[in-house]
């Protein structure tokens, strides 16, 4: 059987940075670029994500903390249509680009999964900064993060 899916997922903002933010407040495509010196795995990079399976998925993806006890989600996060990324992935130009998976740590995170993006669009730096910017697109609401 295939998994279910919510119709949204949560990305985690690190901080408030002009890296995710741009200068009239906007998320940029950037929430959804791998992390430096990330490799892929089985051709894919993976991009951390908690699926909103109910209404305690996002109180637990702001309350996510760092070792050091400090909010884990200093920007907040970015609500992410399902929709609109599987109408994208129907499109010519990525078809093939983005995937999806639950994978959830146990006892950690029930809600953990994955987007998983081609390395190859990843690493051309012009194909990243195309598929970042469509990803952008997918961003339906950014919820501030606990202050």
Same mark, same amino acid.
């Given at each position: 059987m295939l998994p279910n899916y919510p119709p949204t997922l949560l990305r985690g903002i690190p901080n408030k940075s002009d890296q995710f933010f741009d200068s009239q407040g906007q998320v940029t495509g950037n929430v959804f670029r791998p992390y430096d010196g990330q490799e892929p795995k089985n051709g894919f990079y993976e991009i951390s994500i908690n699926w909103e399976d109910d209404d305690r998925a996002e109180d637990f993806t702001?309350?996510?903390?760092?070792?050091?006890?400090?909010?884990?989600?200093?920007?907040?996060?970015?609500?992410?249509?399902?929709?609109? @990324?599987?109408?994208?992935?129907?499109?010519?130009?990525?078809?093939?680009?983005?995937?999806?998976?639950?994978?959830? @740590?146990?006892?950690?995170?029930?809600?953990?999964?994955?987007?998983?993006?081609?390395?190859?669009?990843v690493k051309n730096k012009n194909s990243r900064r195309a598929l970042l910017a469509r990803l952008q697109l997918m961003i339906t609401v950014v919820i501030p993060p606990i202050e």
């Amino acid at each position: 059987m295939l998994p279910n899916y919510p119709p949204t997922l949560l990305r985690g903002i690190p901080n408030k940075s002009d890296q995710f933010f741009d200068s009239q407040g906007q998320v940029t495509g950037n929430v959804f670029r791998p992390y430096d010196g990330q490799e892929p795995k089985n051709g894919f990079y993976e991009i951390s994500i908690n699926w909103e399976d109910d209404d305690r998925a996002e109180d637990f993806t702001l309350h996510e903390r760092l070792e050091d006890g400090s909010y884990h989600y200093k920007g907040g996060a970015a609500r992410v249509s399902l929709k609109r @990324i599987d109408a994208m992935r129907k499109e010519a130009p990525w078809v093939g680009t983005v995937e999806y998976c639950r994978e959830p @740590i146990f006892g950690v995170n029930d809600y953990h999964g994955n987007l998983l993006l081609i390395e190859n669009r990843v690493k051309n730096k012009n194909s990243r900064r195309a598929l970042l910017a469509r990803l952008q697109l997918m961003i339906t609401v950014v919820i501030p993060p606990i202050e």
